[in-house]
């Protein structure tokens, strides 16, 4: 999904009038702005004020002592205004929970003349994380703000510069419990997460459970790939049986799943051939 795409569905609100310039423009100070039930999400929902809170004056900023006219400080519209090499602007705020990322738009008093290159920052506000994307990198944040990098909270790996974090992604997607929600989780723009039915098979001992099917948000290579049409009811006969078949083991517990395309992570693909490694529990999604 590309990434003006991907912004038009997390930035809905941008699509209001009184908001579309705050996020039109990026080039500016301005920004475009195992098998259990389903994880519960960790969310980390962002503050959904527009304003800053309040910050402790002697705070020291990303690159020293905030400087005494800190754009980002300035709490209200009217204030920004008085500040010369200030304006108020509309910028990209991500949240994530078990709906997957969202997105809004927080207006905060930046610089008039940015520079570097866009940048994501954290913070924590009230006990939750608060992730914004600036279109620059802002010189004057306080020690309360860190840059999104993989050890920040997930809401960091929705925004379009964080690095892809692949040892967080069994963590990412499995926090989310809606297949819109899956569908939508993109990782600098790619589809990462692919909402799959997952069949525990009890233990390794060639015998299909009548445990039920979970739907779970799972971490997956090609996650947007649709390689097929899956049948409507899944087990199906054997014989044409087009969808691909994965298997693992968590807890002594042999897990299957199948899929049109996506390749889960952590899975292992079922061969036609049987071998001693691969587990007869394979067949049990086909008749």
Do not use: H
Not at 93 to 117: E, H, L, M, R, W
Not at 239 to 244: H, I, K, L, T, Y
Request: hydrophobic content about 30%; proline content about 8%; glycine content about 10%.
């Amino acid at each position: 999904m590309t990434l003006p795409a991907r912004l038009a569905l997390l930035l809905l609100p941008c699509l209001l009038p009184g908001l579309l310039p705050a996020c039109g423009d990026s080039g500016d100070a301005g920004e475009t702005s195992s098998t259990t039930a389903p994880a519960t999400t960790t969310g980390e929902p962002a503050s959904s004020s527009g304003q800053t809170p309040t910050t402790s004056g002697d705070a020291s900023s990303s690159t020293g002592a905030p400087p005494s006219d800190s754009c980002i400080y300035i709490k209200t519209e009217s204030e920004c205004a008085m500040a010369t090499d200030c304006t108020w602007k509309g910028v990209v705020q991500y949240t994530y929970g078990a709906q997957g990322c969202g997105g809004s738009i927080a207006n905060f008093c930046v610089d008039k003349t940015p520079t570097g290159v866009a940048s994501a920052w954290y913070r924590e506000v009230d006990g939750d994380a608060q992730v914004l994307e600036f279109g620059y990198t802002p010189d004057d944040l306080g020690a309360d703000w860190q840059p999104c990098t993989c050890d920040g909270p997930l809401a960091c790996l929705c925004t379009s510069v964080t690095e892809s974090c692949p040892a967080r992604l069994g963590e990412f997607c499995g926090g989310i419990s809606t297949q819109m929600g899956c569908s939508n989780a993109n990782v600098l723009g790619d589809a990462r997460c692919a909402w799959l039915s997952v069949s525990p098979e009890g233990p390794l001992d060639a015998n299909c459970a009548d445990d039920a099917q979970v739907e779970l948000c799972l971490p997956a290579d090609m996650a947007s790939a649709q390689t097929c049409t899956p049948p409507a009811y899944t087990f199906g006969s054997c014989a044409g049986f087009n969808q691909e078949i994965f298997w693992r083991e968590v807890n002594g517990v042999v897990e299957i799943t199948v899929a049109c395309g996506p390749q889960p992570i952590g899975f292992t693909k079922c061969e036609a051939d049987d071998t001693p490694q691969q587990p007869d529990e394979c067949s049990c999604r086909c008749l």
